[in-house]
């Protein structure tokens, strides 16, 4: 990994320090993480999607597990925390009783979606800057 | 000595970042990436590794499943976005646990941790002098374990079946347990033959002290032994079924 570019500060909506952490300074391979981030969360999203319209809550709980471990690696602590609560209320709760909550993941993905768009587009520009 | 592993694991992003940290360390040398356990398993049926990072939920058969079906004993370390997988963890006796997503220096740590327990199991298997447990006639109808600070004599017969705790080996018997300094493959290799049988990997069973078997669990003397699907065959050719 290359040396810590300090100069970059990420979205304050993310975990900037466990990021540091994970990153270590190389904002080429944040860059890299960010893209497949992007390119990745709407495929599994689609299978968040059909296991809910499906009525197949075990999957639906396996789908959203996957979609939470995406969210880690671009620093989403909390919307991961968010998505534990509701796998875990998929083995227990009905889709009528998880709409709610349903609603509001899917708000929150949208706009953790678009934050990442901003930083990928930042991290592109950023990592151009200091070639 | 580098370690040779291959990757388990459904989330691209998790596994790049895992071949990503183990090629930065130069201490673990990735044999490949599997998404899935059906072609993990089928790697490893044509060759053998020293470590598996292995995730337990991904499509099809889970982490575990693949741990049962194994025929041999890696280190594992299971990587995984749930903690509640930690008493199964320590049912398969698995090495160490990383919770997704995890920085270098806990993956660091982990592969430090298994060189310290592979360091310390060396001597045990290495040393042909001072061996853990002595087995003085190839067919004798006896052997002695060191346990308590002392080397115990045990009738082959009297072992109901042995028990892998890491770095220890228990042996079961109808009155008591001895925990011997060694490991199941040890074991193995002194043991198996007309009545002893592996039949998980953490489990080494007496034939002739089965009392039944249902489903994949042994019963011994009121003791419930799983039976590892790589395994069953094996059990199943070794069986007077009539």
Redesign the interface.
Known sequence: MQKIRPSFVFDENLNSSFLEELFEGDTIYAEAVFEDFLKDLPVYWERVEAAYQDRNLPTLGTSVHTCKTLFGYVGFTDLQELCQQFENKCSVNSPEELRVEYILLIQRKERAQHIIEKEYTRLRLFNGEND | MKLSCIIVE?????A??LR?FCE?SDLVEVKGHFMNVTDALEFLDQERVDLLFLDV?MPGANGFELLDRLTYSPMIILTT??TEYAFNAFQYHVNDYLK??F???RFLEAIDKLQQQAAEAAPAQQTPVQPTTVNPLPDSDFLFIKAEDKLIKVRKDDILFLESMRDYVKFVTPLKSYITYSTLKNMEEKLIGQTFLKVHRSYIVNINKIDDIRGNIIYIVGNQIPIGKGHKEDLEARLNIL
């Open positions: 459904d989330i691209q992003i998790a790049d970042f990503k930065k939920e976005s749930k997704k997503p920085t270098y220096k």
